[in-house]
């Protein structure tokens, strides 16, 4: 199964992205620890990425990475 990525920030602000994943693009967001079966462990790096390394295995499997900027517009639409 392939799926969306996106890189989206936890709290509306430019910092602090973490990885979020979907599917299907008419579902919502979430985050990737919400896809037990698809993540992975995080690298032990002091102020690393959350999700990078689940980024990397899913980007080896075809899955798609959205622009942020394109995601955090998408969600204001249903089915986008």
Wanted: hydrophobic letters at 35%; one cysteine or more.
């Amino acid at each position: 199964m392939t799926g969306q990525m996106c890189w989206l920030s936890r709290s509306g602000g430019d910092t602090d992205k973490v990885l979020h994943l979907r599917l299907y693009p008419n579902q919502s967001w979430q985050p990737y620890t919400a896809f037990r079966q698809y993540a992975v462990p995080d690298y032990p790096i002091p102020g690393g990425s959350k999700g990078w390394a689940t980024y990397q295995k899913l980007l080896k499997n075809g899955w798609v990475l959205i622009k942020s900027s394109a995601a955090e517009q998408c969600e204001l639409v249903v089915g986008c």
